[in-house]
């Protein structure tokens, strides 16, 4: 059973499948599916076409702790908070989903939602249906149609005049109570990065912003004030990474700047090489997360991992 219920962008009447189109009895427009992907977009996008191609592909054998407990490690716990807050077999609606997880492919009734055609044709393989559609215009679900909307360093790729707007079209679908569950870079006072900042500002608006199309960075407080000025109610406000410990990707970007910090970050990226090395670090973040980085200051933060529930 698809978990989709698809609309026209134009007037929002259901659309009706009719050969390899879904088409309007309203308008009469037609959008083309391709490789379980619903096209809604007529251009690609230069900046994130083929960008993202990365699928998370753990599975546990069964629900059972011992079996599932990984879970709790992968993107920084983002998808453990998913399966906290959304009951199994929910409908869920994945914002700039890449590749896919096939953890919540096999959980969930998943939608995709993507720009680039290429990560949604992988997502594709194992969510119920795909979506190629910019959220910020219009997302083509029907009202009160989905239970949850995840998405993992999506939000942070927003420019924050959009979000607003972007939070209006996830309340229109989301069903009364319905959650959100976003993981996202932020603007950080980081003791790390801020030193990193400070040695050289226009290697890092480089490096954290413009190469990674970052556009969106506000503190975790500004964040939690468009969610909660949006009609959302914050659950969850989870700081992350607020030690000088990082992810190894901090490290591959600390390489580029001058001294000491390029050593630093050649020798801490080689953590990324041995699967020995990086699952125990993984696991030292997780913990320093869940424990000391809950009293360091909110600011401190290089991440921030949000829980919100639909007012009303």
């Not at 976003?182 to 003791?191: G, I, K, Q, R, S």
């Amino acid at each position: 059973m698809t978990a989709a219920i698809l609309v026209c962008p134009v007037d929002r009447t259901h659309l009706d499948k009719t050969g390899d189109d879904w088409r309007c009895g309203r308008c009469g427009r037609a959008y083309q599916e391709r490789s379980n992907v619903v096209q809604f977009l007529d251009t690609e996008d230069a900046f994130y076409e083929g960008a993202y191609l990365n699928r998370i592909h753990f599975l546990p054998k069964d629900e059972k702790l011992h079996h599932v407990w990984p879970v709790w490690l992968i993107n920084n716990g983002y998808v453990w908070r998913v399966r906290s807050n959304v009951p199994e077999g929910s409908s869920v609606l994945e914002l700039g989903c890449a590749g896919g997880i096939a953890y919540f492919a096999k959980r969930y009734r998943m939608i995709g939602l993507d720009v680039s055609m290429s990560s949604l044709k992988q997502a594709g393989e194992i969510y119920d249906k795909c979506i190629q559609a910019d959220a910020a215009a219009m997302i083509p679900l029907a009202d009160n149609s989905v239970d949850a909307v995840a998405s993992s360093f999506f939000w942070e790729h927003i420019p924050p005049v959009s979000k607003r707007a972007i939070l209006a079209e996830l309340r229109r679908v989301l069903r009364p109570k319905g959650r959100l569950i976003f993981l996202y870079d932020v603007e950080t006072m980081n003791p790390l990065i801020s030193a990193m900042r400070k040695s050289s500002s226009s290697r890092y608006r480089e490096e954290f912003i413009d190469r990674d199309g970052h556009l969106g960075y506000e503190t975790p407080r500004a964040n939690l004030d468009t969610f909660e000025r949006s009609g959302f109610n914050v659950i969850e406000q989870l700081g992350l990474e607020r030690t000088p410990l990082q992810s190894t990707t901090v490290y591959s970007k600390m390489r580029k700047w001058p001294q000491p910090f390029a050593a630093a970050g050649s020798l801490l990226h080689n953590i990324d090489k041995s699967r020995a090395a990086l699952f125990p670090y993984i696991g030292v973040l997780r913990a320093l997360d869940e424990t000391v980085g809950k009293i360091l200051p909110d600011r401190w933060a290089r991440m921030a991992l949000t829980v919100c529930e639909k007012k009303g």
